[in-house]
Each structure stands twice: as C-alpha cells, then as structure tokens.
C-alpha cells in the first residue's frame, strides 16, 4: 500500500528535513559539536562516556536525551490524536519549535548547554508531530528510517515485485531535504555563527502561519 498523505503533508515534511538538517548541523559546529536531532548517535555516546567514567560528557547527553523526549511528551500532549486531521493543533506545535529555537540561540552564544537541549527539545516536538500524523511513516529529524525504506525497495525491485514508488519518492525527497539542510546550516554557521539558527526557526514559523492559513481557507 502507498503513502496516501495530501499534497500539503508532503511539502511539510520536506520543509521540516531541511530544517531539521540545519539545526543538526549548528549543533555539530556549535562548542559541544552535539547532535540534536536525533538520538541514536548520542546514546552510543553516553555509553562510551559511562565506559570512560566521563561524568560530565554523561549527564550533557542524558540532558539531551531527556530534552528530545519531553519535546515529544509535549507534542503528544498538543496533538492528542495518532490520525492526520486538518484541525488539530499542529500550528501551535510548530510556533513552540520556533520559539524554542529563538531562544537557543542566545544560550549557544554564551556557551551553555541549554542552547543544545532547547534545540533538541524543538527537535522532539517536530519529529513526534510528523510521526503522529503521518502514521510513523515519516520522520524528519533523522534518515535511517528513510534509507531502509529506499532499501526496501530496492530488494523488492531486484525480486520483481511492486514498488511503493509514492513511498520511495517521499523518502527521497525527505533525505536531500535534510542534506540541503545541513548544507546551507553549515554556510549560514560559516558567516553568521550561531544566528545560522534563526534560519530554520524563522521558517518554522512561517510553516506554522502558513499551515493555520491553508487551514482558514480549507474551513471557508
């Protein structure tokens, strides 16, 4: 079976890979070189950090561990419901990530961990959003997902079967939507250092205004 999501879930979530890309991105070249949006990489971390007894490297990573969460805890609280009804509160989602990520940025330019975990915490939000209404069949924040299923379809390719082609293009488009991401991240960081993130929060919003717009067009 196909993805059947509308047209306007498809341009959402590439929009959200790219900005998930650069935010990532800012939170490598930033002073604690972290990632943010995603967990996998910095659990391996925190296990290594136990390993070594490096105690301070392992209460930063469970600090964005748990940060990642609660943007997930809230959007879960916000959104309420697993089925993509045009109506719930997904504006709101968005302008919360927004925000957080405005206030990041003075925190990263002092050097301070909490400009990482309201990075991270933005990242949760957005990622439980997409996960919510698309059916945890898309996922913007991070791509091992979106490989596996270009993978998938490959294999099945390879055997002859039918391919989910709506799926596989989805999933293309969601990996070069995070990798543009990263690139214009790392030559916004490159100029304007850390107010690289006011990029991706200024176009949270405006992704935000214009889903509560296409939702005031829909209803009249």
């Given at each position: 079976?196909?993805?059947?999501?509308?047209?306007?879930?498809?341009?959402?979530?590439?929009?959200?890979?790219?900005?998930?890309?650069?935010?990532?991105v800012?939170?490598?070249?930033?002073?604690?070189h972290?990632?943010?949006?995603?967990l996998?990489?910095?659990?391996?971390?925190?296990?290594?950090?136990?390993?070594?007894g490096?105690?301070?490297?392992?209460?930063?990573?469970?600090?964005?561990?748990?940060?990642?969460?609660?943007?997930?805890?809230?959007?879960?609280?916000?959104?309420?419901?697993?089925?993509l009804?045009?109506?719930?509160?997904?504006?709101?989602?968005?302008t919360?990530?927004?925000?957080?990520?405005?206030v990041?940025?003075?925190?990263?330019?002092?050097?301070?961990?909490?400009?990482?975990?309201?990075?991270?915490?933005?990242?949760?939000?957005?990622?439980?959003?997409?996960?919510t209404f698309?059916?945890?069949?898309?996922?913007?924040?991070?791509?091992s997902?979106?490989?596996t299923?270009?993978?998938?379809?490959?294999?099945?390719?390879?055997?002859?079967?039918?391919?989910?082609?709506?799926?596989?293009?989805?999933?293309?488009?969601?990996?070069?939507?995070f990798?543009?991401?990263g690139?214009?991240?790392?030559?916004?960081?490159?100029?304007?250092?850390?107010?690289?993130?006011?990029?991706?929060?200024?176009?949270?919003?405006?992704?935000?205004?214009?889903?509560?717009?296409?939702?005031?067009?829909?209803?009249?």
């Open positions: 079976m196909g993805i059947q999501l509308p047209r306007w879930v498809w341009i959402g979530a590439i929009a959200l890979s790219c900005i998930a890309g650069m935010v990532n800012v939170g490598f070249l930033g002073f604690e972290q990632a943010v949006s995603h996998t990489g910095a659990t391996s971390q925190l296990g290594m950090a136990l390993a070594q490096d105690w301070r490297s392992v209460g930063h990573l469970w600090a964005v561990l748990i940060a990642f969460s609660l943007g997930a805890v809230l959007s879960g609280l916000i959104v309420q419901d697993g089925a009804v045009l109506g719930r509160r997904y504006g709101v989602v968005l919360l990530e927004s925000l957080l990520l405005f990041a940025i003075p925190l990263f330019r002092q050097q301070q961990l909490w400009g990482a975990l309201a990075a991270a915490m933005a990242c949760g939000l957005q990622n439980a959003m997409v996960t698309s059916g945890a069949v898309v996922r913007t924040t991070h791509l997902g979106m490989f299923d270009l993978g998938i379809g490959l294999g099945h390719l390879l055997r002859g079967l039918p391919l989910q082609v709506r799926r596989l293009m989805l999933s293309g488009l969601i990996i070069t939507g990798l543009v991401g690139v214009i991240g790392a030559w916004l960081f490159q100029r304007s250092g850390y107010d690289a993130l006011l990029a991706p929060a200024i176009l949270t919003g405006l992704t935000g205004i214009g889903y509560v717009l296409h939702l005031h067009l829909y209803r009249r």
